[in-house]
């Protein structure tokens, strides 16, 4: 089969390589459609410190069984799945905790190699986080289903109160646009997009937000004019940047929360004033990755049409051109888009 393969930071290789074998309980997926992310964009442009090269590439996808591994009865040859990229081992001391999204064991078990024609979904992934996809579900949405996992995730640890108002900054991104939506689902009575790009902060308010502001004016003062005087409940930041952090924290209302969802770069640090901390109480929270219960309640709102994928998927091509969306993404030009391995498409992109 054919594979994408991460070769060295900048550069990727489609290369020729023998068809995944089916283990105990793993399926093998023709790859109907892959999706590109942050994740895979930043470890392109500098590699990840898991990757040992050359390096099977990219993470989120939907697929139909070809094969199936001893043991499973849940999955058929000819049914279309989309799966999580990871399972928690559900033994290690974060499992027993319940925090099951820092589980000790997610760096070996990451499953990477969905821009491929052929992808495997280990045992313990096809167990856990793997779901059926409902015919009326498009391929392209169903492959949404980690990213958005990770926004459920989010938004259940932020613990929103029923009609809590919110600010989102980074909201033009692909995980920005997910989180209007899910915060709508959520109960937000107030949602303020913040973001650089004027045309899809337009497009956060077909998808949600109530308000739609430039970096430049997400200022306290205005926060707190469009929240009756007090600033936002919370404050999410999905651009993993450092000062985005900070600013957020100078956002939030008194007693309010701030999710740090983004991932910033390594070694870098933050300023926080401590008055905000202490005397106006902030919450400052962060959160990592998906657990299964927020990967269930993700394909739950995908195959229910309460979460929109195909307005944050800007672009598709085949192996070939994932070299050209990620150049287009470090660009800022797309947030997201699909590849079609086996060069057929679902009308969805
Ligand atoms: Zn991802
Ligand atoms: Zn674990």
Redesign the pocket.
């Given at each position: 089969m054919r594979a994408l393969f991460f070769v060295a930071p900048g550069q990727l290789s489609v290369m020729d390589v023998p068809d995944p074998e089916p283990g105990p309980g793993d399926l093998i997926v023709a790859v109907d459609v892959a999706l590109t992310?942050g994740?895979d964009l930043k470890a392109y442009l500098r590699g990840h410190r898991l990757f040992k090269p050359p390096m099977p590439f990219g993470?989120?996808f939907a697929g139909t069984v070809v094969r199936v591994g001893s043991g499973v009865d849940r999955f058929r040859v000819g049914d279309r799945v989309a799966a999580a990229n990871s399972a928690p081992c559900g033994s290690c001391s974060a499992c027993k905790q319940g925090e099951t999204g820092l589980c000790d064991d997610l760096d070996k078990h990451l499953n990477w190699g969905a821009f491929a024609e052929r992808a495997r979904i280990p045992a313990p992934i096809v167990r856990t986080n793997t779901f059926h996809i409902p015919d009326h579900l498009a391929a392209s949405t169903a492959a949404a289903l980690?990213?958005l996992a990770t926004v459920v995730h989010g938004v259940e640890s932020a613990r929103l109160r029923l009609a809590g108002t919110v600010a989102i900054l980074g909201a033009t991104g692909a995980i920005g646009q997910l989180f209007v939506q899910v915060l709508r689902l959520a109960g937000a009575s107030r949602i303020i997009a913040v973001g650089r790009s004027t045309r899809r902060l337009a497009q956060t308010t077909v998808l949600g937000a109530d308000v739609a502001l430039g970096v430049p004016d997400a200022t306290p003062e205005r926060l707190r004019a469009e929240t009756a005087g007090v600033g936002p409940d919370l404050v999410v930041d999905a651009t993993g940047l450092p000062e985005m952090w900070e600013l957020g924290a100078a956002l939030a209302r008194r007693g309010g929360t701030m999710l740090l969802f983004g991932g910033c770069a390594s070694g870098t640090t933050v300023t926080f004033d401590t008055g905000r901390l202490h005397y106006d109480a902030l919450t400052v929270r962060g959160v990592f990755h998906h657990t299964p219960r927020s990967v269930e309640a993700a394909f739950r709102l995908l195959a229910a049409g309460r979460v929109q994928v195909e307005p944050i998927l800007e672009d598709r091509s085949d192996l070939e051109g994932v070299e050209r969306l990620l150049e287009r993404m470090a660009r800022r030009e797309i947030v997201k888009a699909a590849v079609y391995p086996c060069g057929h498409a679902d009308g969805a992109a």
């Open positions: 992310c994740t993470h989120e980690e990213p």
